[in-house]
C-alpha cells in the first residue's frame, strides 16, 4: 500500500473538467509540499505541479493544483485526449522521505 | 537544458548487485542547487523513492527506510554522473528504475529514460 492515496481511476469526456485527490497524514502532505507527475505508457514520469500549486514552465494552464490540511487535488480543466494517463502525487514524509500515491488513472471517454 | 542518460544491466541475478548509473548533461553531479535521485517503479510497490545524494560543502546522502540497509548513491565528479547500488537483490526488486535531478521543493526534473531491471536466476 502507498502511504499516499489516491483513487485509482477517474474519467470525463473531453472539455470537461476532473480532479483527482491525494490523501496523506501530519507527517507528509500535512507539514510539507505537495508535487503531481503525469506519467503516460513507455516514457519517464513528467512534472506537472511543484509546491502545491505552482506548474513548471511548459505545462498547460489546465492543470491546477491545491493542499488543504493532510490532503491535496490535482484538476485537469478541459480534458483534452492527450490527458489520458497516470497521475501521482507526492510529498516529503518526516521519517519516510520520499512518498507517492498509488496513481491515478484518467481515461478520456 | 538538463539531460539524465542512464545506462546499466536489465538482467540481475537474485543475491546480487544492481548497480545503474546516470550522466549528467548540462548541469553538475557537484551543483549546489539540485539533487540527484533514484527511483523506480514496480507493480507491486507503485512508484518509489530511494535515495539522493547531494553536494554542499560535503556530499550529503539520504535513503528510503525500505532499502536502507541494501543502497549506497554516490557521485563521481570526474565523469559528472551519479550511480545507484542495491545489494542483496530478489525478485521484489524487479522494476523500471529511474534517475531524476532535484529537490523535493522544486519536484523532480528531468526524469532519465528508465531501466528496466529483472531480477532473475
Known amino acids: 500500500q502507498s502511504v499516499l492515496t489516491q483513487p485509482p481511476s477517474a474519467s470525463g469526456t473531453p472539455g470537461q473538467r476532473v480532479t483527482i485527490s491525494c490523501s496523506g497524514s501530519?507527517?507528509?502532505?500535512?507539514?510539507?509540499?505537495v508535487n503531481w507527475y503525469q506519467h503516460l505508457p513507455g516514457t519517464a514520469p513528467k512534472l506537472l505541479i511543484y509546491g502545491n500549486d505552482q506548474r513548471p514552465s511548459g505545462v498547460p494552464d489546465r492543470f491546477s493544483g491545491s493542499k488543504s490540511g493532510t490532503s491535496a487535488s490535482l484538476a485537469i480543466s478541459g480534458l483534452q485526449p492527450e490527458d489520458e494517463a497516470d497521475y501521482y502525487c507526492e510529498a516529503w514524509d518526516d521519517s519516510l522521505n520520499g512518498v507517492f500515491g498509488g496513481g491515478t488513472k484518467v481515461t478520456v471517454l | 537544458q538538463v539531460q539524465l542518460q542512464q545506462s546499466g544491466p536489465g538482467l540481475v541475478k537474485p543475491s546480487q548487485t544492481l548497480s545503474l548509473t546516470c550522466a549528467i548533461s548540462g548541469d553538475s553531479v557537484s551543483s549546489n542547487s539540485a539533487a540527484w535521485n533514484w527511483i523506480r517503479q514496480s507493480p507491486s510497490r507503485g512508484l518509489e523513492w530511494l535515495g539522493r545524494t547531494y553536494y554542499g560543502s560535503k556530499w550529503y546522502y539520504d535513503y528510503a527506510v525500505s532499502v536502507k540497509s541494501r543502497i549506497t548513491v554516490n557521485a563521481d565528479t570526474s565523469k559528472n554522473q551519479f550511480s545507484l547500488h542495491l545489494n542483496s537483490v530478489t525478485p521484489e526488486d524487479t522494476g523500471v528504475y529511474y534517475c531524476?535531478?532535484?529537490?523535493?521543493?522544486?519536484?523532480?526534473?528531468?526524469w532519465g529514460q528508465g531501466t528496466l531491471v529483472t531480477v532473475s536466476s
Open positions: 501530519s507527517s507528509n502532505i500535512g507539514s510539507r509540499t
Open positions: 531524476a535531478r532535484g529537490t523535493h521543493a522544486n519536484g523532480w526534473s528531468p
